[in-house]
């Protein structure tokens, strides 16, 4: 098939892997116990059919899959900030504080890291280029999307398979962030870290399985034009499609400034857009017609098919010819964030770490859908403020790091600045955001793990 028809296609298959996914999540009890997200098991799926396994799909499916997150990951980033009222800087500083001093260092920490067993190990036994090292939170933090997104960037700067590895990257990522997740979250939950939940409570099974039973469903979005005029769905998608094409526009602006900058990609830009066009639909009186559920359907939408499509077309090839320094840089990373959650959260939150940490360790493993999916669990009614601070920390954090303007510019930096210049400025941000945190009094030395709780109301 070609042209629409074949992209049309190639979108239904998707999707079919998407479903099937989610029916083996409802279906398999290995997959409810570690919370593995339906997309994740459609894009293995279709990974399985692929060229590099069974090879019983035709190769166009999977040359339409390839652009699919490259695209996607704009929507998303154009969605975060759109209606969103952001607060002023000193609200979201008394209140996302200190979660974002602890965002910093452990995203921060994973580009130091990396940056460091790069330089100690992987390029003197394997000979990879310095900027190996940005793999690990561009996928981790970053994601599937930020991973795609960079593929014209790792192109332009001599390594065509970082972004294959990224997207593998991801991968690991998000199975590190639910898994770990879920493993630390029952041991905390017997400790009683957890300010809502007993080891008697537990999780509850309906979010294992993944289907809400009829007492628990609750209304995903709110209609705020009327359909007779245009459809409340397709009117969110139109603004959407504004904050991407202003991101477009200044893109255009970018790619002119150097020429090394000619592969940078169009999604940081476009959450500016979404950011732009908030602030100005405010003054203008029509932000009052924003749905902020509607805006999170679209990008969760994007996300599930962005994530079946990035795992179905990862080039294997590519991933088996640098497996053992990949999978150094993984253990590397899994290790940083396992001791950012056990050991750094309890002392750099004065209270609610538990609940905190663990939503910053899914966020910096698996991406922001993973961090509140994590929230979910320890506080499914948001009785703590954590849902707050970790939104306020997000609107300061995204900006930069997640698949922000450093991880898109990481590999610039590394090729202009060196690698161990790199790892210096990197162990700065560090250490800077630490000595932040203890100025604020925020810091413990001898952290009480299962007393120091605050609840809202």
Request: glycine share 10%; charged share 10%; hydrophobic share 55%.
């Amino acid at each position: 098939m070609e042209g629409l028809t074949g992209v049309f296609f190639s979108l239904c298959i998707l999707l079919l892997f998407l479903l099937a996914g989610k029916i083996l999540r409802a279906r398999v009890a290995l997959f409810q116990r570690i919370f593995l997200p339906a997309s994740i098991i459609g894009g293995f799926l279709g990974l399985i059919f692929g060229p590099y396994l069974l090879d019983l799909l035709p190769e166009f499916l999977f040359d339409t899959w390839r652009q699919i997150p490259g695209l996607l990951i704009n929507i998303v980033f154009a969605t975060l900030f759109l209606g969103v009222m952001i607060p002023g800087i000193k609200t979201m500083w008394e209140q996302g504080g200190s979660q974002l001093c602890f965002g910093m260092v452990v995203g921060s920490g994973q580009y130091l890291v990396a940056m460091l067993v790069t330089a100690l190990l992987l390029v003197p036994l394997f000979d990879v280029p310095p900027i190996f090292a940005t793999i690990l939170e561009i996928g981790f933090a970053g994601g599937h999307g930020t991973a795609a997104g960079m593929h014209q960037v790792f192109a332009e700067l001599g390594f065509p398979a970082g972004s294959a590895l990224a997207q593998m990257s991801a991968t690991v990522g998000i199975i590190t962030a639910v898994v770990g997740g879920v493993f630390y979250i029952n041991i905390a939950i017997r400790k009683g870290y957890c300010v809502n939940l007993s080891e008697k409570k537990g999780i509850p099974q309906f979010k294992k399985v993944g289907l809400i039973p009829e007492k628990e469903r609750f209304t995903s979005s709110r209609a705020t034009v009327a359909s007779e005029s245009i459809e409340p769905l397709a009117f969110h998608f139109a603004i959407v499609g504004l904050a991407i094409l202003i991101g477009w526009v200044m893109l255009a602006g970018v790619r002119q400034i150097h020429p090394i900058l000619g592969g940078f990609p169009l999604f940081p830009l476009a959450m500016m857009g979404g950011m732009i066009v908030q602030a100005l639909s405010v003054p203008l009186k029509v932000s009052q017609y924003y749905d902020r559920l509607t805006f999170e359907r679209i990008l969760g939408f994007s996300l599930d098919v962005l994530v079946v499509a990035a795992i179905a077309s990862i080039r294997l090839d590519l991933f088996v010819e640098n497996l053992w320094p990949f999978l150094i840089l993984m253990a590397a990373g899994i290790a940083w964030l396992f001791f950012s959650l056990v050991y750094l959260a309890p002392r750099m939150f004065p209270y609610n770490w538990l609940e905190r940490g663990v939503t910053e360790y899914g966020m910096q493993s698996g991406v922001t859908a993973m961090g509140l999916l994590l929230l979910r669990l320890v506080d499914p009614h948001y009785k703590t403020d954590t849902a707050q601070a970790f939104g306020f920390k997000q609107m300061l954090y995204e900006p930069f790091l997640g698949g922000g303007f450093i991880t898109a510019t990481a590999p610039f930096i590394v090729i202009g600045l060196g690698l161990w210049w790199s790892i210096w400025a990197a162990a700065a941000i560090v250490l800077a955001f630490l000595l932040v945190s203890y100025l604020n009094g925020w810091m413990q030395k001898d952290p009480q793990k299962r007393g120091n709780k605050k609840k809202l109301g």
